[in-house]
């Protein structure tokens, strides 16, 4: 999967050099579309979901108050 | 340039593509760091970071572009775009390493003391920043490309060619590592 994000951005560059600027920001952005779903894809997880649960905050002591008034 | 917009002077014009250049060469430096640090050292980039070397490249892109056609900021936009992805997913794997756990173990070697998705971090907002400055200071479109065969012309042709040149490279070496599949750290895939 990786490989076809890397594949479409040099076609994209290729292209570019080629002269095809309008073909070139197309490939460009179908690359950015797979990255995208690549980098969702890759921080999903089965049981977190895209949560991060192992990031624990608290309300500080000093506001504690505030919070349960 | 229509009769109504004032010329910009030619000091203007010239900072302007030399912050860009400058831009365009140090994502280069990093990109070309990012492959001494695969090969001479063993960092095998993590998925993540190989997102971050690709939002890197699209920054470069977007340069590139913006170099070639003074007359539009589409590849400011284009860099814009690409730079937030890159501070999305370097923000996003710092708070995933924050805490080593089981199958998250693996963050790199430090830089200076600093692990590489937060130097990530530092490089997006730094780009932000210069792009923010750039506009403030030179504002619109303002200027037409330069000739070709002028030196300047040359040495942005040439630090163009050199990006495509490692993003084969990196090509090749996402291949080599992860196949057509998904990528792990454990290994080059194609190599015994």
Redesign the interface.
């Known amino acids: 999967m990786m490989a076809s994000v890397y594949a479409t951005l040099l076609i994209a560059f290729i292209l570019d050099l080629s002269g095809l600027r309008r073909s070139a920001v197309t490939c460009l952005f179908l690359s950015l579309a797979l990255c995208v779903w690549l980098f969702l894809w890759k921080i999903y997880s089965p049981d977190y979901g895209f949560r991060m649960p192992w990031l624990q905050a608290e309300v500080a002591p000093i506001f504690a108050p505030l919070w349960s008034s | 340039m229509s009769a109504s917009q004032p010329a910009e002077a030619p000091i203007a014009v010239a900072l302007d593509s030399l912050i860009l250049r400058l831009m365009l060469l140090i994502l280069a430096g990093i990109l070309t760091a990012a492959m001494v640090m695969q090969y001479a050292f063993g960092e095998i980039p993590c998925?993540?970071c190989?997102?971050q070397r690709?939002?890197m490249?699209?920054c470069c892109?977007g340069i590139?572009?913006q170099l070639r056609s003074g007359t539009n900021e589409r590849g400011t936009g284009?860099s814009l775009?690409?730079t937030i992805?890159l501070l999305?997913?370097s923000v996003?794997q710092t708070?995933?390493d924050?805490?080593p756990?089981p199958g998250h173990e693996y963050v790199g070697s430090p830089i200076f003391g600093i692990h590489m998705p937060v130097w990530s971090v530092f490089i997006a907002v730094a780009l932000l920043l210069g792009f923010a400055i750039r506009l403030a200071l030179f504002g619109g479109p303002h200027s037409a490309p330069e000739a070709e065969g002028a030196p300047m012309h040359r040495l942005t042709q040439g630090l163009?060619?050199y990006?495509?040149f490692i993003?084969?490279i990196?090509?090749l070496s996402?291949?080599l590592q992860?196949?057509?599949?998904?990528?792990h750290t454990s290994g080059y895939l194609l190599l015994p």
Do not use: K, S
Request: aromatic share 16%.
């Open positions: 998925p993540l190989l997102l690709f939002a490249f699209g892109f590139a572009l284009i775009i690409f992805l999305v997913i996003r708070l995933l924050l805490f756990r163009i060619t990006v495509v993003c084969a990196n090509f996402v291949v992860c196949g057509i599949g998904e990528c």
